[in-house]
């Protein structure tokens, strides 16, 4: 089935330590994006990518980090810059076919700092 | 800037009974997108129904219906006949212009906590 995984689900981090998130879609979509959810709140860009070896900084992209060296891999390094990095983390993919480029989202992965 | 306004943090209806859910946004482009997605406790995101800032009839997907009303700025969610797995967060997001790349970001709302009650 197509889709797009994320990992870990959950994840515990000690203050002052890097962790990455993995996202990979077998969708063959090009745009990828990392989310970030907070507790009643709506979902927040960190950064995109619309092709390999390219990405944009979104909304909220200090403290973080992308790569995206394959089209099927769109990793979050969470820094120790980010303040405040206890949230859901939600990664999409979209193609550029069709009318409505809906985002296809995975499961998402829970981060928290301890 | 975009902005999408959800008004309501939390509602309630009957099973079987319709409930709306608001949405107003706020925009300065011609041409943008709308979007509803429903999260429910798992956390995953899943798409519902889109209707685009040109189309001309309101959009349907089953028993969601999306009102628009362009002039308002508003695109509220219809849930008809609601079912106790309609109970989720519903989130209403705006495609920010479509640049020459490939990228469709959205700007969402801050969502609707919907029970369903038996």
């Known amino acids: 089935d197509g889709g797009i995984t994320q990992s870990p689900k959950y994840l515990f981090r000690k203050e002052g330590q890097n962790v990455t998130l993995s996202c990979e879609q077998n969708l063959n979509h090009d745009a990828m994006y990392w989310y970030r959810q907070d507790p009643g709140q709506g979902l927040r860009l960190i950064y995109y990518?619309?092709?390999?070896?390219?990405?944009q900084k979104g909304d909220i992209a200090e403290g973080y980090s992308v790569s995206r060296e394959k089209k099927e891999s769109f990793p979050l390094t969470v820094t120790s810059a980010q303040k405040n990095p206890t949230a859901f983390y939600l990664c999409a993919s979209s193609s550029r076919e069709g009318p409505t480029g809906e985002l296809f989202f995975g499961e998402g992965s829970r981060l928290t700092v301890l | 800037a975009q902005k999408i306004t959800q008004t309501q943090p939390g509602m309630f209806v009957q099973e079987k009974e319709a409930v709306t859910l608001d949405c107003t946004y706020d925009t300065s482009d011609q041409s943008y997108g709308l979007f509803w997605y429903k999260q429910p406790s798992s956390g995953e995101m899943i798409f519902l129904i889109y209707q685009g800032s040109y189309d001309e009839q309101n959009a349907t997907e089953g028993r969601y219906s999306l009102n628009f009303q362009k002039a308002r700025k508003s695109a509220n969610l219809v849930i008809s006949a609601s079912q106790l797995g309609d109970s989720a967060m519903y989130f209403c997001?705006?495609?920010?212009?479509?640049?020459?790349?490939?990228?469709?970001?959205?700007?969402f709302g801050s969502g609707t906590q919907l029970t369903v009650l038996p």
């Open positions: 997001a705006m495609r920010r212009p479509i640049s020459s790349g490939s990228a469709r970001q959205l700007t």
């Open positions: 990518s619309q092709i390999v070896n390219d990405f």
